[in-house]
């Protein structure tokens, strides 16, 4: 079943200490992005990546990191958590560019909602 | 600074009525739209996508439409179901090389039976 899969679903944590949230797609795509959801606000792109080795910043950038090392994979590092980075997280992936010229369709992963103490 | 907004924030109704979501942007210089049903605790799906030059576009019982010289979308539900009960998203790009998307903060649909 093509798919994109988030690890954890669910996680607490406390301030400062770092956490990595993984992300994984099998349907051979070139882009793959990072989202942050909160209340009230539409999703907020925070890393995206065109391809291997190649990533970008999105919107809300700071207090993330992210590489891209394999095709399907896409992993979201937190390396100092704080309570502002509460919030629900959707990886997405899409054969080519999403937004911009492109009609590509992103495929949202189920999501992680990440709370930090 | 663009932007989407979506309207009501909330919406409930009764199992096989009708209803309507609206979406104004300020994106420019507009590329594409679409709009997403998002089910409770899931991602995003992707329901339409419609170009600058699209008026209407349908998918079972939701029908999208765009205005794109006043900047309004809407998403029309026909004889709503149990299972529509979602969050609807409308997501505007920019006509750019880069990867410009902005998201509405949703409509929150409940279906009553």
Redesign the interface.
């Known amino acids: 079943e093509a798919q994109v899969t988030q690890n954890p679903r669910y996680l607490i944590t406390v301030t400062g200490k770092k956490l990595t949230v993984t992300c994984s797609q099998n349907m051979n795509h070139e882009y793959m992005s990072w989202y942050r959801q909160d209340p009230g606000l539409g999703l907020r792109q925070i890393y995206y990546s065109m391809n291997v080795e190649v990533t970008d910043k999105g919107d809300v950038p700071e207090g993330y990191k992210v590489s891209r090392k394999e095709k399907r994979n896409f992993p979201l590092i937190l390396e100092s958590p704080s309570p502002n980075q509460t919030s629900l997280y959707f990886c997405a992936s899409s054969p080519g560019l999403a937004g911009g010229f492109s009609t590509d369709t992103q495929y949202f992963g189920p999501g992680t909602r990440l709370t930090v103490l | 600074k663009n932007q ?1 907004e979506q309207s009501p924030q909330s919406l409930i109704i009764l199992e096989g009525k009708n209803c309507t979501l609206q979406c104004n942007y300020t994106v420019s210089p507009f ?2 739209l679409r709009w997403y049903k998002q089910d409770t ?6 329901l339409t ?1 419609m ?1 600058f030059s699209e008026n209407t576009k349908s998918n079972g019982r939701y029908t999208a439409t765009l205005d794109a010289d006043t900047k309004q979308s809407s998403l029309h539900i026909t004889a709503s179901q149990l299972s529509d009960s979602a969050s609807y ?1 409308c997501v505007v ?14 409509t929150r649909l409940s279906i009553r039976p």
Do not use: D
């Open positions: 989407v590329s594409n605790g899931r991602g995003p799906v992707s996508i170009t998203i790009s920019e006509y750019s090389s880069a990867s410009k998307i902005i998201f509405g903060s949703g």
